[in-house]
């Protein structure tokens, strides 16, 4: 839901916001010590990015079809673009199978755990402004989390709290799929959270879980007195620069949007999602956005505009969790490409930036269901990148991709 690292609703993957029995909210826990640190800087250079030409648009759109009827997605919205390059923007398929009404690059669409991204800035800029600090124990801000006085907000941040992810939990599965229009609060969510045992000592591996984001959500509120909600909206999509992106306070879903389609349900059959309750995603995945301020969101996230640079350096330091993948603080760097994925029931976003080349990335479309056990986001991710930057191939392993 809120991701999978396949996409909170991904990890790597998602680094979305998943459910538990689909693999929607649980992250990859490697079986030996995580690697050491490793930065963005130390990427090679990538090849020259190719001029956006009628024949590579040619290319694309074929690569894209293959993947939506390989997948079957029913529409999908994609913006490839690089300074100097020309842009690649277009639609495809529908937006709601009721009424055939076309996909379009204007239509607002939910981003899952896209939404993390959001969460994360907004605690870095109280990191900048002096109220945190990424050592601080989340034991200071929140009482009664487990292992509270050792996990720091840079494990939470960084997926090392070792804490046990809630959308992985059966009950909590039960009670959303029962009624997917259920208001969950924070505390209900750490509730199915903390019910579990910590899984390792905090720092000791890695594992994609939207539990560290619920608590990043609420030091927020504490270290400001707003609700999370209101802080984002104004201080960083605001200052982002960003028109159509909001982090909603319950269902609300601005028009005109895609309606998204799940077989994440009690019936395991597949049902229009587009107006399930996103409060289980909170500040794991309930943002909602459309494909130009993803496209602007691509380059401020990756480029930390909204930052220090020595904030936004450490941000971009990744442990290389996977082969040819590692994560940040709220941010994966994938083959060179920086960025997110969320997945939340009925709808996958990919958002990511390739610094080297200056070039963005953006997929949003309407289905969560995989696809032989791929995310649908990482399969277009995959192939379009195979068009443009056959040396940077985004790719994020299946075993990553299981939370959200």
């Not at 079986?31 to 963005?40: K, L, Y």
Request: with cysteine.
């Amino acid at each position: 839901m809120v991701t999978r690292w396949r996409s909170a609703a991904v990890g790597a993957a998602a680094v979305g916001l998943a459910l538990a029995p689909l693999g929607a909210g649980t992250g990859y826990a490697g079986d030996t010590a995580a690697p050491s640190p490793a930065t963005v800087a130390s990427a090679p250079a990538v090849e020259d990015f190719p001029a956006l030409t009628s024949a590579v648009a040619a290319r694309l759109d074929a690569a894209v079809k293959k993947v939506m009827a390989d997948a079957k997605v029913p529409g999908v919205m994609v913006a490839l673009s690089a300074p100097g390059k020309g842009e690649y923007v277009r639609s495809f398929g529908i937006a709601d199978k009721a009424t055939d009404a076309r996909m379009a690059s204007d239509l607002y669409m939910r981003i899952g755990s896209v939404t993390k991204t959001f969460t994360v800035t907004a605690v870095l800029q109280l990191v900048d402004q002096g109220r945190a600090a990424l050592d601080d124990p989340i034991g200071k801000y929140v009482e009664g989390v487990p292992n509270g006085d050792r996990i720091t907000l840079r494990e939470l941040a960084g997926m090392r709290s070792g804490l046990f992810n809630y959308s992985a939990d059966e009950d909590f599965y039960k009670a959303l799929t029962s009624d997917p229009q259920r208001v969950f609060t924070p505390q209900e969510l750490l509730e199915y959270a903390f019910s579990h045992p910590v899984l390792f000592e905090p720092g000791a591996d890695f594992l994609y879980c939207n539990t560290n984001l619920i608590l990043l959500g609420l030091v927020v509120e504490k270290v400001t007195g707003q609700k999370l909600e209101d802080y984002v909206n104004r201080e960083v999509v605001v200052a982002a620069g960003l028109k159509h992106t909001l982090f909603p306070t319950g269902a609300e879903f601005p028009s005109p949007h895609a309606h998204g389609y799940t077989d994440q349900t009690a019936s395991g059959t597949t049902e229009d999602a587009t107006n399930w309750n996103p409060s289980w995603g909170w500040a794991a995945g309930a943002m909602i956005s459309d494909l130009p301020d993803m496209r602007s969101w691509a380059k401020t996230l990756a480029t930390g505009t909204l930052l220090t640079p020595a904030t936004q350096a450490e941000r971009v330091k990744v442990d290389p969790a996977l082969p040819g993948a590692g994560y940040g603080l709220g941010i994966f760097n994938v083959e060179g490409w920086i960025g997110h994925n969320g997945s939340l029931p009925g709808y996958q976003a990919l958002v990511v930036y390739l610094p080297q080349a200056r070039a963005t990335l953006v997929v949003l479309l309407n289905t969560d269901i995989s696809s032989e056990g791929s995310e649908p986001s990482t399969l277009f991710g995959k192939a379009i990148t195979n068009v443009v930057t056959p040396g940077h191939v985004f790719s994020l392993p299946a075993q990553s991709v299981t939370g959200h």
